[in-house]
C-alpha cells in the first residue's frame, strides 16, 4: 500500500485562513476554507506517486455506507480528468483509486469533492476543492564491466547494473528502456527487482569474437516516463587473448567499501596474489577472485586515498601474465552524513539518566526534538499510531512539540568524526516532568553540520562560537505554528525550490537534507514499569509486571485492560508475585495499562506484535469449552475375563457444569460393537 499524505483538520474555533502551496507547483492553489473541519477531517494533499489513490475522511461516521463496495454516487471529479473507482474502506473515510495509468506523473491535480453526496451541508460547503501533484518518473543507473559467463568459454559474457527508479514501474516497462546496439541477436536484457528497492539489470550472450567489439547499451527514459537519455559502451578485446590487462578499477562504495579489480579474462585461482597485489596503507586484507574480478576487502578502509599496485606476475588462468604494472590512486567515498538509532526498546527507566544512544558519521552536530504526546491522549494515539511505528503527522493530533536542543558531537577531540561513532542523549532535562506520558524523540542534522568532503575540500568545525548560540533552546514562533495550525500536515522549512531529486544522494547538494528519509524518530516512555501479558481463549489474560531497573515484581500495582474503543473490559492488582489474572468481556484486550502510584507503563495487544512462538514446543491440545478430561486404568492391558478398573477426572476451572451432572461411559469391542453403558451422578474419592 503506498503511503498517503493527509491533511487533517482540527473541530476548533479557528480564525482566518490558511494557505498551502507544493514545490514547484505553477498554478496558483486556492486556500482551503477551516470552516469545513466541521465535516472533514482529512484529506489527500502534496505530492503523491502515480499508483497512489485520493481520500478524505470525515469528521463523523455514516454507519449506512456500504464497504468496499464501488459506489453509485460520483463523489469525486478532477482537473485534469482522472478515471477510477470509488469505495468506502469504513464509515468515515472514502476512497478514490484511480485506474492504472490514469495519475500522470509531474501532473498537477484539482480535485473537487462533493461533499452534499455524502452529507447534508450548508450551501457553501456543498464541494471541497483540494489539490495534489504527482511525482515525476526519473532513473538513475550504474554499470558495471563484462564477465564471462564462463570460465571454460570467453566467448559468451555478460554486463550487470543496478537501476534506481523515482516511481514505481512494471519490469515490463523497465525492460522496454534498454536497448543494446551493435550485439548479437543472443544478447538479452533481463531486469530483477532487489530487496533494497532497486533493479538489477543483467545483459547476457554478448559475444566476444576474434576482432575488438564494442557494444552500445542505450538506456532511454520514455518507456517509464523519464525524460532522461543515457549511454553506456562495453569494450571487448579480440579472442584469442594475447595480452591479459587490467580494464577497470573502482571503489566499491557499499556497508563495507572493498576495491573491485576487472580483468581482460579469469584470474587463475591457484597464485599467491600477496606481493602482486600491493595496496598502500592497507595493512590487512582479504580476498575473492570470482572469474576475471578481483575484490579487495580491507579490514579497515583509510581514509585517505590508496595507492593500488597491480605487478606483473599476476596470470590468468591460461598462465599469461600481466606485461606491464599497474598503478591506480583510489579514493573511498566517505560515509555520506547520516544518524542511526542505537537501540530498539521504548522504555527508558527512570534512573538518574535516560540515556537514548545513536550512532552518527561525518557530522559534528545534531538537533534534537521533543514532541510530548500527552497522558490523556495516550489511548487515542495507540489506537491509529504505535509505540514501534511513528508518524509525525499522526503524533500532531495528540502532542505537541516541547523541546529543541543542538547537540554538539565534537566535545571529545579523540574521536574520529568522519568514521562512525556512538553518542548518547540524556533525555531526563527534557522529558522528567511528565513520567506517564510518551514521547517522540527526532534527531536531524543540516548541511551546515556536515563534514563530508566536497570537491576536495573538507568542512571545518566552527571554532569560538559560543554554546549559547548554539544550544539555543528557546521554541521559537516559527517553531510553534505548525502545531497551532488546523491541519497536522507538518511541513520541514526548506526551500522546495532548491530541491532536485538527480541530487537526493549527493550530500554536496541541499536536496541530500531534504530528504525526510534522513530524519529518525523513536517513540520513548519513561518508566519503571515493565509489562508481560499472555492472553488465550478463555476471556482472561495473565499480566505479569516488573520493576525495570530492580527486576523485582511489583505487588499491588493497578491493572487495566482496554479494547479497541478505549473501554475498559477488566480490571485488577498483582499480586505479591507481580502476577494479576484479569478475566475480560465486550471485546479484545487492545492496551493494558500496569500503574505503580504515578509511574504508568503501556503495552499494546495488538497481534502483530505479540511474541513469536514458533521457535518453542508449544503443542498440545486445544481446550473444547473449558472441560478438560482424563481416563486413567491401573494397566494398559487386560486378558478376558479380567476386571477393568476406570477412573474419570473432569478440570473444569470455569465451573461450567452443575453439580450432579452426569458422567457417561460407554464400553465397545474390538469390532465397535456397542457392548455396556453407565451413567453417574456423583464423584468418589473427589
Not at 505530492?47 to 478524505?56: K, T, V
Not at 489511548?379 to 547537540?407: A, C, D, H, P, W
Not at 543540516?446 to 563534514?451: C, E, P, T, V
Not at 529518525?520 to 501479558?533: C, D, K, P, Q
Amino acid at each position: 500500500m503506498k503511503k498517503q499524505g493527509l491533511f487533517y483538520i482540527y473541530v476548533a474555533f479557528v480564525w482566518g485562513i490558511f494557505f498551502f502551496s507544493f514545490a514547484s507547483c505553477k498554478q496558483k492553489t486556492s486556500p482551503i476554507d477551516p470552516e469545513f473541519a466541521r465535516y472533514i477531517a482529512a484529506f489527500t494533499y502534496g505530492n503523491i506517486s502515480p499508483e497512489s489513490y485520493i481520500e478524505i475522511e470525515l469528521a463523523r461516521e455514516l454507519p449506512a455506507v456500504e464497504l468496499n463496495a464501488e459506489t453509485k454516487e460520483k463523489f469525486f471529479s478532477f482537473s485534469p480528468s482522472i478515471k477510477g473507482k470509488t469505495y468506502w474502506t469504513n464509515s468515515r473515510t472514502i476512497r478514490f483509486v484511480p485506474d492504472a495509468g490514469q495519475l500522470k506523473p509531474g501532473k498537477e491535480y484539482k480535485a473537487k469533492f462533493h461533499l452534499d453526496k455524502a452529507l447534508e451541508t450548508e450551501s457553501k460547503f456543498k464541494t471541497f476543492n483540494f489539490y495534489f501533484r504527482v511525482n515525476e518518473q526519473n532513473f538513475s543507473f550504474d554499470l558495471l564491466p563484462y564477465s564471462p559467463m564462463s570460465i571454460n568459454d570467453l566467448k559468451w559474457n555478460s554486463v550487470t547494473g543496478t537501476l534506481r527508479l523515482a516511481n514505481n514501474a512494471s519490469l515490463e516497462e523497465i525492460g522496454k528502456i534498454f536497448e543494446v546496439k551493435g550485439a548479437n541477436r543472443e544478447a538479452k536484457v533481463s531486469v530483477k527487482p532487489a530487496p533494497d528497492g532497486t533493479y538489477q539489470v543483467s545483459i547476457d550472450s554478448l559475444r566476444r569474437t576474434d576482432k575488438p567489439e564494442s557494444y552500445k547499451l542505450v538506456v532511454n527514459g520514455n518507456a517509464i516516463g523519464a525524460k532522461k537519455h543515457e549511454e553506456f559502451t562495453t569494450n571487448f578485446p579480440a579472442l584469442p587473448e594475447t595480452q591479459f590487462q587490467v580494464i577497470d578499477v573502482r571503489v566499491m562504495n557499499e556497508n563495507s567499501p572493498y576495491i573491485r579489480v576487472t580483468f581482460s579474462s579469469p584470474l587463475s585461482q591457484d597464485q599467491d596474489i600477496q606481493g602482486l597485489v600491493v595496496p598502500s596503507g592497507i595493512n590487512n586484507f582479504t580476498y575473492q577472485i570470482d572469474k576475471n574480478v578481483l575484490k579487495i576487502y580491507p579490514e579497515t578502509y583509510p581514509h585517505e586515498e590508496v595507492t593500488l599496485q597491480l605487478h606483473q606476475g599476476l596470470r590468468n588462468f591460461e598462465n599469461l601474465a600481466l606485461e606491464k604494472d599497474y598503478t591506480y590512486q583510489l579514493r573511498a567515498e566517505s560515509e555520506k552524513p547520516q544518524i542511526k538509532m542505537g537501540k530498539n526498546g521504548n522504555i527508558l527507566p527512570n534512573s538518574k539518566e535516560l540515556i537514548l544512544p545513536f550512532n552518527a558519521v561525518n557530522l559534528w552536530a545534531v538537533d534534537v526534538k521533543v514532541i510530548k504526546i500527552y497522558q490523556n491522549n495516550i489511548l487515542y494515539y495507540l489506537q491509529s499510531g504505535s509505540m514501534n511505528t511513528n508518524s509525525i503527522g499522526e503524533v500532531r493530533r495528540f502532542g505537541r512539540l516541547i523541546k529543541k536542543k543542538q547537540i554538539r558531537l565534537d566535545t571529545d577531540k579523540t574521536l574520529d568524526l568522519t568514521q562512525w561513532n556512538h553518542f548518547n542523549i540524556d533525555l531526563a532535562p527534557m522529558i522528567s516532568e511528565d513520567p506517564g506520558a510518551i514521547y517522540m524523540v527526532q534527531l536531524s542534522f543540516k548541511q551546515d553540520y556536515s563534514l563530508y568532503n566536497c570537491g576536495g575540500t573538507t568542512p571545518r568545525i566552527p571554532e569560538g562560537l559560543s554554546m549559547r548560540n548554539f544550544g539555543d533552546e528557546i521554541i521559537s514562533e516559527e517553531d510553534e505554528a505548525p502545531w497551532d495550525e488546523t491541519s497536522p500536515y507538518y511541513y520541514e522549512p526548506f526551500d522546495w525550490a532548491e530541491y532536485n531529486w538527480e541530487e537526493r544522494d549527493d550530500p554536496c547538494k541541499p536536496s541530500y537534507y531534504m530528504n525526510r528519509d534522513r530524519i529518525i524518530e523513536t517513540m520513548v516512555m519513561a518508566s519503571n514499569v515493565g509489562i508481560i501479558a499472555k492472553s488465550g481463549n478463555e476471556n482472561e489474560i495473565t499480566v505479569a509486571v516488573t520493576d525495570i531497573l530492580s527486576t523485582s515484581p511489583l505487588s499491588g500495582a493497578d491493572v487495566t485492560v482496554y479494547n479497541y474503543q478505549m473501554q475498559v473490559i477488566g480490571k485488577g492488582k498483582t499480586d505479591g508475585q507481580g502476577f494479576a489474572e484479569i478475566g475480560y468481556k465486550n471485546g479484545k484486550p487492545f492496551v493494558v495499562t500496569a500503574a505503580n502510584g504515578n509511574d504508568i507503563g503501556y503495552l499494546e495487544m495488538k497481534e502483530e506484535l505479540s511474541l513469536s512462538l514458533s521457535n518453542f514446543d508449544v503443542g498440545g491440545k486445544e481446550i473444547q469449552k473449558g472441560l478438560k478430561g482424563y481416563v486413567y486404568g491401573e494397566r494398559g492391558v487386560w486378558r478376558p475375563g479380567d476386571t477393568i478398573y476406570l477412573s474419570f477426572i473432569l478440570e473444569d476451572k470455569a465451573k461450567k457444569l452443575p453439580e450432579g451432572h452426569p458422567v457417561t461411559l460407554e464400553v465397545y469391542t474390538p469390532t465397535r460393537q456397542f457392548y455396556h453403558r453407565q451413567v453417574k451422578t456423583k464423584g468418589e474419592n473427589g
